[in-house]
């Protein structure tokens, strides 16, 4: 590992700070072709779930001033044929593997947990608690005693550095981030979607078809967010934090890096260019040289507020 851009989030060592956000890089299977993976750190897989799901009705996907509306419903072919037919290809995938995992219950998420949480070759498991809880309506990801009892039955399931994902659509985000670490996360994955509405004013319909009409704002849109985000919860807990929201460019990451994380996830810019992944890679590195900046990890959480 190359020691300048090498960093550690507790348990789990990347190559460098750059992964691909779960539901938007497949498996990272299928990216092999134009992008060149031993750059990145790592590829974190769409959501599992135990059982196959369909998804959502059409339309998924809808285009917003400086980003993008999705309600893809955790559309996959559950954890069986996961394992069975995408699983492997994955594990050959030169940089880190993060299963991310979903359910509608907190048994749902200690049965994947377990399945998979000695799987060789899988580095990390990360879980997505922003989906519906069916006995309790909310998301899991809304609520910090029944956060805290699903992470720590995830976290007696396995020995492997485990992640939470959390929802932005909270009132305090430190609050689940708490939960999640006295649960026993190793790291936290901060921040899904943001909950948004595009509306077709003339049909007076929703653009999307889910159940609500709603969808989850992901892109540029929502960098300010997410930088908000990770900046509160490492002055409040200072943790292992991956940042996620509207990151495209090397700058971008030196924002999150500063703001309190230590390595990020891209998303909605892999949609414009599978290759985006190792650009940003690449492009770290360069100006990494070209301004002379220390290692990276030390750049974690370096943001000073100037007192008035
Ligand atoms: C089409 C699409 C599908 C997504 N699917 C998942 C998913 O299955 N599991 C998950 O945890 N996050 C999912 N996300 C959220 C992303 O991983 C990421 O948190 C979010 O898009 C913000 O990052 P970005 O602005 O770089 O896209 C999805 C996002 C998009 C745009």
């Known amino acids: 590992m190359n020691d300048a851009t090498a960093v550690t989030l507790g348990p789990l060592k990347l190559r460098n700070p750059v992964l691909a956000a779960s ?7 299928e990216a092999v072709p134009f992008a060149d993976l031993s750059r ?36 996959n072919p559950g954890a069986a044929e996961f394992e069975r037919e995408v699983l492997p290809e994955m594990l050959r995938l030169p940089c880190a593997r993060i299963l991310n995992v979903a359910g509608e219950s907190i ?4 049965v994947l947990t377990r399945r998979f949480g ?28 029944e956060l805290k009892t699903l992470v720590a039955a995830c976290r007696a399931a396995t020995a492997k550095p485990l992640i939470v994902k959390l929802t932005p659509n909270v009132t305090d985000i430190t609050e689940l981030a708490r939960a999640a670490i006295e ?26 078809g889910s159940p609500s009409g709603m969808g989850g704002l992901s892109g540029p849109a929502i960098k300010p967010l997410a930088l908000a985000a990770v900046q509160r919860v490492w002055r409040a807990l200072r943790c292992p934090i991956i940042g996620i929201g509207g990151i495209s460019s090397a700058t971008d990451v030196l924002e999150f890096l500063v703001a309190g ?14 290759a985006a992944l190792v650009r940003i890679a690449d492009e770290l590195s360069q100006l990494q040289r070209a301004e002379s900046l220390p290692p990276l990890w030390e ?9 008035p």
Do not use: H
């Not at 994380?261 to 599978?274: E, I, K, L, Y």
């Open 23 to 29: 539901g938007t890089y497949g498996s990272g299977i």
């Open 40 to 75: 990145v750190g790592g590829v974190v897989s769409k959501s599992v779930t135990t059982e196959p799901r369909r998804g959502n009705k059409t339309p998924r996907i809808f285009e917003v001033e400086a980003g993008m509306l999705n309600s893809i419903g955790l559309m």
């Open 107 to 110: 048994e749902d998420f200690a």
């Open 118 to 145: 000695s799987t060789e070759g899988l580095d990390a498991i990360e879980l997505n608690v922003s989906c519906p809880n069916v006995s309790g309506g909310l998301d899991f990801g809304t609520r910090a005693p």
């Open 183 to 208: 649960g026993g996360a190793d790291i936290l994955s901060l921040v899904n979607t943001y909950q948004g509405l595009a509306v077709d004013w003339r049909r007076r319909r929703p653009e999307l």
């Open 261 to 274: 994380a230590s390595a990020v996830q891209v998303g909605t810019a892999n949609f414009a260019d599978p």
């Open 299 to 307: 750049l974690t959480g370096t943001l000073e507020v100037p007192r």
